[in-house]
């Protein structure tokens, strides 16, 4: 399966226009209405999870939206709100690079952490202890801005817990393109264990910083297999007399049926599962696929019959 993208800005030359020059309405609209036709004729899940009426009903939404004209982020908000809508991890609307604010000390300093309805920093630091519970930023309660940022990020379906992948990578981004670009935050937090609230104004960094705290974050042991490339995708091993392991840590081996990836798993399937027939004393297998982000047809399935 492969991840969708589409550039939106199909009728006219963005390049021409600054970051705060706003489209005119019509020529806007015209883009919608290009951007509608691409997806209804290459997205073959388009109506997987929402009928025709329901997809109807968003662009009614967006054209609404488009009677004055719009700052090329402005656009792009709405176009999120539709591949959000539509619901598939393969969907992803993209900005152009030549819009992305990559200049000043402007970004939310800290990497977080989505842990149930909580968000935790996620660095060692000398301005808010790791750990603490962020309650409000800028006067934006938590959980508001938190669900500002679902549209950035595309899951399947009606998913939403899977959006803390993209959300834990990229919170300062997406708050500077959510809420603009700002050299101060004024934070509100409780620190670890904690309920007491206190405020603190943190400045801004810049987005080299940013990657590098991201590098830098506490959780980096335990998450870091969403964010890298995966070397050694799946293994087997016996753990105890009576007990026997299978990690999977993605389901991206091999694309197809046919692909020689995807046949080497197969018949390391088969082995292990041979292995286990002929020692009936291994009662217990315990499957890993902790921090598994998916992948191809039909690794999973192929993963599954086994098991089954």
């Given at each position: 399966m492969i991840k969708f993208k589409i550039a939106f800005f199909l009728?006219?030359?963005?390049?021409?226009?600054?970051q705060n020059e706003k489209f005119p309405a019509e020529k806007l609209k015209q883009d919608l209405t290009t951007f509608r036709q691409i997806r209804e004729k290459a997205n073959s899940g388009i109506y997987k999870y929402r009928t025709k009426k329901q997809i109807d009903s968003i662009y009614n939404w967006a054209f609404l939206q488009l009677k004055n004209p719009r700052k090329v982020v402005d656009f792009y908000k709405i176009i999120l709100q539709i591949t959000n809508f539509e619901g598939s991890v393969?969907?992803?609307?993209?900005?152009?690079?030549?819009?992305k604010n990559t200049s000043g000390k402007v970004f939310f300093p800290f990497p977080v952490k989505l842990i149930g309805n909580k968000t935790i920093v996620n660095l060692k630091n000398?301005?808010?202890?790791?750990?603490?519970?962020?309650?409000?930023?800028?006067?934006?309660?938590?959980?508001?801005?938190?669900r500002s940022f679902y549209k950035y990020y595309t899951t399947d379906g009606f998913n939403i817990s899977g959006k803390s992948i993209g959300i834990n990578a990229a919170f300062p981004r997406y708050f500077e393109m959510e809420y603009g670009p700002k050299e101060a935050f004024s934070v509100e937090y409780s620190l670890p264990k904690q309920t007491e609230k206190l405020s603190k104004t943190i400045a801004g960094i810049s987005n080299e910083q940013r990657k590098?705290?991201?590098?830098?974050?506490?959780?980096?042991?335990?998450?870091?297999?969403?964010?890298?490339?995966?070397?050694?995708?799946?293994?087997?091993?016996?753990?105890?007399?009576?007990t026997a392991l299978l990690a999977v840590h993605t389901f991206a081996i091999g694309g197809n049926a046919e692909d020689k990836e995807h046949i080497v798993y197969k018949k390391y399937l088969d082995s292990c599962f041979q292995m286990l027939s002929?020692?009936?004393?291994?009662?217990?297998?315990?499957?890993?696929v902790r921090n598994n982000g998916g992948g191809s047809d039909p690794n999973d399935l192929v993963t599954f019959s086994y098991l089954t």
């Open positions: 009728i006219f030359p963005f390049v021409l226009f600054s393969h969907n992803n609307t993209t900005l152009p690079d030549v819009y000398d301005e808010i202890a790791l750990g603490s519970q962020i309650h409000s930023i800028n006067g934006i309660e938590i959980n508001k801005i938190v590098e705290n991201f590098k830098k974050r506490h959780s980096f042991p335990s998450d870091s297999l969403f964010y890298t490339n995966i070397k050694d995708k799946y293994s087997f091993k016996i753990i105890s007399k009576n002929v020692h009936p004393e291994i009662k217990n297998l315990i499957v890993d």
